[in-house]
């Protein structure tokens, strides 16, 4: 990647919509409980509570962690809490979608359901002032937009 990024800018849900992470704390310390009372206290199998948990929680691992998008001129390289790099090319992609938090950069040339596991999900900031730029690079980049 180049030096400078065209755009660069930071997202963090946890800190940025604290209605919505009050309630998934208490739906996660419901769960918990509820967890906890069926897997250790009537069946005896407190590997199933951890593992559960575990599970659940790394679900929830990009909800709560930092993350830093930067675009280049020859692709998108994402960071989530200084720990885990991402880097993709404009290329690996053959459309983009807005939705309600972000954009979604699909590898299929039309939106697919399977976008959520091939494709590349970028949220928007809390301000959104990154939007305009954002598509305006990926309609010169990626080009088909939906």
């Given at each position: 990647?180049?030096?400078?990024?065209?755009?660069?800018?930071?997202?963090?849900?946890?800190?940025?919509?604290?209605?919505?992470?009050?309630?998934?704390?208490?739906?996660?310390?419901?769960?918990?409980?509820?967890?906890?009372?069926?897997?250790?206290?009537?069946?005896?199998?407190?590997?199933?509570?951890?593992?559960?948990?575990?599970?659940?929680?790394?679900?929830?691992?990009?909800?709560?962690?930092v993350t830093e998008y930067r675009f280049y001129e020859s692709g998108i390289e994402i960071t989530y809490m200084r720990i885990v790099k991402i880097d993709r090319k404009y290329g690996d992609f053959g459309c983009f979608y807005q939705d309600k938090h972000g954009i979604m950069l699909s590898t299929f040339k039309m939106p697919r359901r399977l976008d959520s596991f091939r494709g590349q999900s970028l949220r928007f900031s809390v301000d959104k002032s990154e939007r305009a730029k954002l598509i305006e690079i990926l309609l010169e980049k990626v080009g088909k937009q939906y």
């Open positions: 990647m180049s030096p400078d990024p065209i755009l660069s800018w930071k997202s963090c849900p946890f800190l940025e919509r604290p209605y919505a992470s009050i309630l998934l704390v208490s739906f996660l310390f419901l769960v918990a409980v509820l967890l906890y009372g069926i897997t250790i206290i009537q069946w005896g199998y407190p590997i199933f509570y951890y593992g559960g948990m575990l599970l659940l929680i790394l679900n929830l691992l990009p909800y709560f962690i």
